[in-house]
C-alpha cells in the first residue's frame, strides 16, 4: 500500500474553519477509479480532489464526491491551486501568475492573486453558461414549504451550468432564503424532473452591505446543504444578470450562513454568454498523508479476515 500526501483546504474564506473544506490529494497517477471513490467516501466532504500528470496542462485533476465522479467543481479548483502553490509544486509571484488545468470538462486557465504574504486569491475561468429547463414555480414552492409569492416573479426557476447544471431558484429576500426547510423528497422529485442532482437557492443581498447575493445549495438526494458552492454561483450570477436583476459586471455572492461556514466569491461577468470568472480566497486546515485503499475484486476493498 502506498501513502500520498493530503491537504485539507478551506476555499472561498480566508480563515480556516469558513467557506467550503476540500481534500486534495497529490501525485495520485497510481490510484485506480475504485481507489479514488474509496478515499473519497474516507474523507467524507463534499469533494475530495486528485492530483495527476497532464501532457495538455500544469497538471489534471479528478474530483469526486463520497458518491461518484463529477467533472467539474468550483471550490476544489480554488482549494487545488491554493494546495500546489503551498506545496511549492506552483511558482508564485507578488502579482498575478495564470496557468491551466486540466478537467474532465477540458482545460481551463486558473490565475493566482499573490502578495508578500503569499496566495491571496485565486480565479478560475468557468465555461459560458448554459441556460435549459424551466421548473413550475407552483411545484417548486411547494418542495421549498413556500408560497409563489415567496420566489422571484422576474427570475422563475431555472437550470443553468458551466459544467454541472443546478436548478437555480430565486427567493424573494434573504430572510426568506435563510428560513427554507424543504420537503427533501418533493426537491428531490423537481431535481428529477430536470434532471439535475440540487438546487441552489438566491436572494438579493447579503449578510455584508458589499454582498449582491446570497445563496443556499440544497442536495436533496444527500439531504445535505453545501457549504460555498463555486460552480453554481457563477452560472447562478449569470441568471441573475439575464434576467435583470443584477445589472454590473463584479458581482459579490455570499453563501454557507446557514451552516455557519460563510464564505464569499467574486464573480466577474463579461455578459450573460460568455465565460465566467470566479474568484475566491483559501486556507489550510490540515496536512498530513493518506495511505491508499487495497481494493481486490473490482473495487471491493480487502477488510482482512
Not at 464564505?263 to 493518506?290: E, F, M, N, R, T
Request: aromatic content about 6%.
Amino acid at each position: 500500500m502506498t501513502e500520498h500526501r493530503v491537504l485539507v483546504v478551506d476555499a472561498f474564506t480566508k480563515r480556516a474553519y469558513g467557506g467550503n473544506p476540500c481534500a486534495v490529494v497529490f501525485d495520485a497517477d497510481d490510484l485506480s477509479s475504485g481507489q479514488m471513490q474509496m478515499v473519497a467516501q474516507e474523507m467524507n466532504l463534499s469533494e475530495t480532489a486528485f492530483i495527476l500528470a497532464s501532457n495538455r496542462a500544469k497538471f489534471r485533476v479528478r474530483y469526486f464526491t463520497p458518491r461518484t465522479e463529477i467533472p467539474f467543481a468550483g471550490h476544489p479548483t480554488i482549494a487545488v491551486t491554493y494546495a500546489m502553490a503551498m506545496q511549492g509544486n506552483i511558482r508564485v509571484p507578488q502579482s498575478r501568475s495564470t496557468i491551466e488545468i486540466e478537467f474532465e470538462i477540458g482545460v481551463l486557465p486558473v490565475t493566482i492573486e499573490a502578495g508578500e504574504a503569499g496566495v491571496e486569491r485565486i480565479i478560475m475561468t468557468q465555461p459560458a453558461p448554459k441556460y435549459a429547463d424551466t421548473a413550475a414555480p407552483r411545484i417548486v414552492a411547494e418542495a421549498l414549504q413556500l408560497t409563489e409569492e415567496d420566489l422571484l416573479s422576474a427570475s422563475p426557476p431555472q437550470v443553468a451550468s458551466v459544467g454541472v447544471p443546478f436548478l437555480m431558484i430565486g427567493v424573494k429576500d434573504r430572510e426568506t432564503l435563510l428560513g427554507i426547510q424543504p420537503n427533501w423528497d418533493e426537491l428531490q422529485s423537481v431535481c428529477n424532473v430536470v434532471d439535475v442532482s440540487a438546487a441552489y437557492l438566491y436572494a438579493l443581498g447579503g449578510h455584508d452591505s458589499d454582498v449582491d447575493l446570497c445563496a443556499r445549495f440544497l442536495d436533496p438526494f444527500a439531504m445535505y446543504e453545501d457549504p460555498f458552492t463555486g460552480s453554481a454561483c457563477g452560472a447562478m450570477a449569470a441568471l441573475a444578470a439575464r434576467n435583470g436583476l443584477i445589472h454590473k459586471g463584479h458581482v459579490v455572492v455570499e453563501q454557507g450562513e446557514g451552516v455557519g461556514r460563510i464564505g464569499y466569491a467574486d464573480v466577474h461577468l463579461q455578459d450573460v454568454d460568455s465565460k465566467i470568472l470566479v474568484g475566491g480566497a483559501a486556507a489550510l486546515v490540515l496536512s498530513g498523508s493518506i495511505t491508499a485503499p487495497l481494493v481486490i475484486d473490482g473495487g471491493n476493498q480487502d477488510n482482512g479476515g
